[in-house]
């Protein structure tokens, strides 16, 4: 069955930095675009950035451009999340997720396996 499980959270002040992670198994992780969401209390879930598959294109929400670097390692079946000069607007459960059908990669439709999620808290 395919498993994706996201690691790394935590509380952090703001300017400050935290690098995700998710591990996949049950898939052929190289073969799939995969993407990163979020979730903040109140709100509806996000787009915060994607990678194609070969690791080449990648894509950001205007909210996290120049601040957020997502990246890939299919050796490892890893997916990452490097964020630096967090704001308090950052705050929200963090999702990876894998891309299973056509749309727009901030489509969030389009990702049919998702992960269970971790808390990341920017406090003032």
């Known amino acids: 069955q395919v498993q994706l499980v996201e690691s790394g959270g935590g509380l952090v002040q703001t300017g400050g930095s935290l690098r995700l992670s998710c591990a996949a198994s049950?898939?052929?992780?190289?073969?799939?675009?995969m993407g990163w969401f979020r979730q903040a209390p109140g709100k509806e879930r996000e787009f915060v950035a994607a990678?194609?598959?070969?690791?080449?294109?990648?894509y950001y929400a205007d909210s996290v451009k120049g601040r957020f670097t997502i990246s890939r390692d299919n050796a490892k079946n890893t997916v990452s999340l490097q964020m630096v000069s967090l704001k308090p607007e950052d705050t929200a459960v963090y999702y990876c997720?894998?891309?299973?059908?056509?749309?727009?990669?901030?489509?969030?439709?389009?990702?049919?396996?998702w992960g269970q999620g971790t808390q990341v808290t920017v406090s003032s």
């Open positions: 997720a894998a891309r299973t059908q056509n749309g727009d990669y901030s489509d969030i439709s389009s990702y049919g396996y």
């Open positions: 049950g898939l052929t992780f190289s073969s799939y675009n």
């Open positions: 990678i194609r598959w070969s690791g080449g294109p990648k």
